[in-house]
């Protein structure tokens, strides 16, 4: 068995991915540990594949004793609070535990990729006081030498399309909003194969909001 270690499980994409990994077939030698504050958010998960533990995952020692035997962590929010605790609890499980595959959800704009009047109203709109630690987050995990995936997004959406176009670390960013399921759907995939966008910073908009200026919900 594969065990797979979600950080962050209550947020709208990592409920997504969560289904998903509890139903498809392809994810049945995966097992789950759910590290949580709100665990009565997960209610009715088989007991025989996922694993609920209290706690926060800005607490190093939690963080250690739900990585132990992982082979895959994903951290299904923005890291965007200051001095990046759990970024850095990461880094040290890693180390630790000797884990390194890495999924983290990350910020449109973080390289100022974003062109024109969206890229400014994004700066404005986000602010450097969220912008300044996912930029710190992201350099924790590029400096670690692990197999990190960072999926910058932009505005997301409750769309149940998926449908998305990615960009490099070096390209501008194309587009204005991404569905939520989009974003779990690409989670997914590297989940079903590791190797993908290993050791990458890796852009996620639906094509269609390409050209606007503002968000497209």
Known sequence: MK??????PTG?????VIKQLLTDPKFADVQLTLLTQR???????????????????TDLEKILEVTKDADLVF???VDDKKFTVISRN???AARENG??????LSLAGLYYEIPGEFGTWVDEWV???RFLPAREAAHRLEEADLDYTLIRMPALTDWPDVKYALTGRYDEFVGTSVSRASVADLVLKIMAEPGRYSRASVGISQPETAGYDRPVY
């Open 3 to 8: 065990k797979y270690v979600i950080l962050h």
């Open 12 to 16: 709208q994409i990592s409920r997504l």
């Open 39 to 57: 665990p009565e958010l997960l209610p009715d998960l088989p007991a025989d594949r996922a694993e609920l533990v209290t706690g926060p995952a």
């Open 75 to 77: 951290l299904g929010k």
């Open 90 to 92: 990461l880094v040290k």
């Open 99 to 104: 884990f390194d595959r890495v999924i983290e």
């Open 127 to 129: 602010g450097s006081g």
